[in-house]
């Protein structure tokens, strides 16, 4: 054994984590744009189709399959949007689509802003992403309390509410209330809402109460402002109280940090000098896989060396003579063969480990893939 340089593993682990981090952006980081349906000739038009929002109102009809059954969605069939995306090292993976809190400027009055308060959720049940019919997969929803508060009431089987929803903004984000679709509910749910519909701030405005069917009253869904593309990085604006509040002539050109004032002023990357009012926080998912390595040598195992410095002469003697006076050899890195006997790793380690013919050392090997 003492001559055999390698030997199989003690054991092996494959696992995979989630690591956590919180990142806030502000100040010219978060940049917005402004995105119209309508306008045919701006190249902007073009994220509507990249996002799967609706590029023309008869591409999600309200009398269609999937808007009956979804007329939550139905209230992103809008004609402007604002995007606004996240810098690349800013998120690694994904985003927790439960996580984000957007401080999005706001005008407030004829030339102050102020920042209004937007945050994630998901319909059905809160978890970290989920799939829809009409935008695709990893997306989250956002909402706001100064738009429309979460719709009160019961839904039905697991998802039947138990504790009192107020408000969307919750801390810590994971006891934020999941949104109600409109297929979450059964007939004894429709009216458990009782607050009139007037009192509801649409997205669209040839919905009305009746929709999708004249037996339903009152305040059937909750209505996003918008939503996040999580695996991508962008929020979506769509929410027309939101977007045609933008304070464009009151930012700066991310391009030349110029002040975007005037009548001709732009609406494509402007961010805002002011972290109070222009502000995204939320939580970043990386994923590791790691493999874990149990490497042991044994008494007797791996006491030659061939390095220059060791005497091999002397240690061959001793061996020879059975008297196993070695002198003991400095473990300074480690080897990993495939079954080929191809070395595919190479632990370093940061100082010398003493390997003599009777002691016995483990090693601890993680490999991030």
């Known amino acids: 054994m003492a001559n055999i340089p390698y030997k199989n593993i003690t054991s092996l682990i494959s696992t995979k984590q989630d690591v956590v981090s919180i990142k806030e952006i502000n100040l010219s980081a978060l940049t917005y744009t402004l995105c119209d349906r309508t306008d045919l000739l701006a190249k902007e038009t073009n994220y509507f189709p990249s996002f799967k929002v609706p590029h023309e109102y008869d591409s999600f009809k309200s009398g269609s399959t999937l808007s009956l059954s979804n007329p939550e969605l139905q209230q992103l069939n809008v004609d402007k949007m604002v995007i606004s995306p996240i810098p690349l090292e800013y998120y690694s993976e994904i985003i927790d689509g439960r996580s984000i809190t957007f401080t999005v400027p706001q005008l407030s009055g004829t030339s102050s802003i102020s920042g209004l308060t937007v945050v994630s959720s998901t319909y059905s049940e809160l978890k970290k992403s989920q799939d829809s019919p009409l935008l695709g997969n990893n997306i989250a929803f956002l909402f706001c309390d100064d738009i429309n508060l979460p719709r009160t009431g019961d839904t039905i089987g697991a998802n039947t509410t138990t504790l009192p929803r107020t408000t969307w903004d919750v801390t810590p984000f994971v006891d934020r209330p999941q949104a109600h679709a409109y297929s979450d509910l059964n007939s004894n749910d429709i009216n458990t809402d009782t607050r009139p519909w007037s009192a509801v701030t649409l997205a669209v405005d040839y919905i009305d109460e009746s929709y999708p069917t004249n037996t ?25 109280d939101i977007v ?38 939320f939580t970043d998912i990386n994923i590791n896989f790691r493999t874990s390595v149990i490497c042991i040598a044994l008494p007797t195992e791996f006491v030659f060396s061939t390095n220059p410095s060791w005497d091999l002469a002397y240690n061959i003697l001793e061996l020879d003579n059975a008297t196993n006076g070695f002198e003991p050899v400095q473990v300074t890195e480690i080897g990993l063969y495939n079954v080929d006997q191809e070395l595919i790793a190479v632990a370093k380690l940061d100082r010398p480990v003493e390997k003599n013919y009777t002691n016995l050392i483990t090693f601890n090997l993680n490999i991030d893939v």
Do not use: C, E, R
């Not at 996003?224 to 695996?231: E, R, W």
């Not at 464009?248 to 009012?277: E, H, L, P």
């Open 216 to 240: 339903n009253q009152g305040y059937n869904y909750d209505i996003p402002v918008g939503f996040a593309v999580l695996d991508k990085g962008f929020m979506v604006l769509t929410h027309p």
């Open 244 to 281: 045609d509040n933008i304070p464009w002539d009151q930012g700066f050109s991310a391009q030349t940090n110029a002040a975007n004032t005037g009548s001709g002023s732009g609406t494509t990357s402007i961010y805002i000098n002011d972290a109070t009012v222009s502000k995204l926080k």
